[in-house]
């Protein structure tokens, strides 16, 4: 349990500002040029005497965005980050971060030559996950030796038992936040409330998705159909978020996989705008984006296809990710995590189970083959014996001895 307590204070702990320090100054600023040095020297912007980098143009899409969002024109990520900044690092293959000075995602050492695991010393390391598709209405890791038990006096909260019962909210006055403007300035409010399955009103959110969900959700052969957005059918990207069923039809009234295994946690976590202070989140994530590797394991992304234009603002092909520094595109994080993060997915994917029709067509075949066997036998060793009886010995009776 303090190992999952350690990485999600980590993540807490490495949170970066939106742009670096080197580039928040007026002069900078007004120049719209965001290409540090790694070292502090002149004339190395982005690392470039040493091969890291170099200071390029940002290139923001141009092409259209679906009519979804209701800001159009009026918010600073659009065509990011055009609004502040028209030059920034491009980092060759190894390297990566707002100067280029880092390695790039599992990769380290000077050279970037070295995988994350062989620097940690550990070939095993690896960040937990949840798999929510196991069916049924208990949450598994809700344990104090985990994410935290149901507290014995209040079924909404977190048993006192676990060091999750003291967290607090952020972020969650979002009539005000919608209503005066205002940005949250991280004021603490009340604990994570958590009843997993137990929402008696509805039903349908009081069990986890199955097994066979997954094995469904694997098999849709489109990433995203129009208008790629909630309402899309047979869209695997819509129906591993949860909008629609996992064979991929569009149905208003259903939630599964990503949606259900949140409204199921029943609480904090069911809540779009506070979801992220269960620190389930981060493990629910996990094996969201494990689906999605997978999907893109059996694919292949360059066969796919995806969206040129109309996507959502901000998820077009060539549109640069928010708020990704240096820029970076969503063409170019379609690929596997082994291939762009440098890590991978330790999952035992579940298989269909044959339907009856298969395992009589599969036992039929086998008794044919069987008997095709016996027959073919048979046929040779008569053939044999046929032939042995018309051939004379080589010796006859009286040379048999010497």
């Known amino acids: 349990m303090w190992q999952i307590v350690f990485w999600l204070c980590m993540y807490t702990v490495a949170t970066w500002a939106q742009f670096p320090r080197q580039c928040v100054s007026p002069e900078v600023l007004r120049s719209g040029t ?16 040493s091969g890291r980098g170099r200071c390029m143009p940002v290139v923001a899409d141009k092409r259209p965005h679906g009519p979804q969002y209701p800001h159009d024109g009026r918010d600073d990520r659009e065509r990011w980050p055009l ?14 971060g707002y100067n280029c ?12 030559d070295q995988k994350i695991t062989d620097m940690l010393g550990k070939p095993t390391f690896a960040l ?25 006096f209040d079924v909404n909260s977190i048993s006192s038992n676990s060091v999750f019962s003291q967290w607090r909210v952020i972020c969650e006055d979002v009539e005000e936040y919608e209503t005066l403007g205002t940005i949250c300035n991280s004021t603490e ?24 969900d997954i094995i469904d959700c694997l098999e849709l052969k489109m990433f995203d159909t129009p208008p790629y957005y909630s309402t899309s059918a047979w869209s695997f990207r819509n129906t591993i978020e949860g909008y629609s069923t996992p064979k991929g039809k569009y149905d208003l009234k259903v939630r599964s996989l990503h949606n259900l295994a949140h409204l199921f946690l029943n609480g904090t976590g069911g809540q779009t705008h506070v979801s992220p202070n269960d620190p389930i989140f981060v493990l629910l994530h996990s094996f969201t984006d494990a689906i999605f ?69 599969i036992v039929i075949v ?35 001895r010497y």
């Open 101 to 112: 000075g880092r390695c790039r995602y599992g990769l380290s050492g000077v050279n970037c």
């Open 293 to 361: 590797d997978e999907w893109l394991r059996r694919h292949h992304p360059g066969t796919v296809f995806y969206p040129k234009q109309n996507a959502p603002i901000g998820h077009n092909w060539r549109f640069n990710m928010v708020p990704f520094w240096p820029p970076v595109t969503n063409g170019e994080m379609f690929a596997s995590a082994q291939d762009r993060l440098g890590y991978s997915y330790e999952v035992q994917w579940p298989t269909r189970a044959y339907t009856v029709s298969e395992i009589i067509t």
């Open 189 to 212: 409010g009340g604990p994570i409330r958590r009843n997993p399955g137990g929402n008696v009103a509805q039903p349908m959110l009081q069990k986890l998705p199955e097994n066979e």
């Open 34 to 49: 965001c290409c540090p040095s790694p070292t502090g020297l002149a004339n190395d912007e982005c690392g470039l005497r």
């Open 366 to 400: 086998a008794v044919v083959l069987a008997v095709m066997v016996v027959v073919g036998s048979t046929a040779c060793v008569i053939r044999v014996l046929v032939s042995r009886e018309g051939l004379e010995p080589l010796l006859v009776e009286h040379l048999h």
């Open 128 to 152: 937990p996950y949840w798999n929510f598709a196991i069916g049924g209405n208990e949450c598994e890791i809700c344990t104090d030796d985990m994410l935290g038990a149901r507290s014995n």
């Open 83 to 96: 609004r502040f900044f028209n030059r920034t690092c491009q980092c060759n293959t190894k390297f990566s």
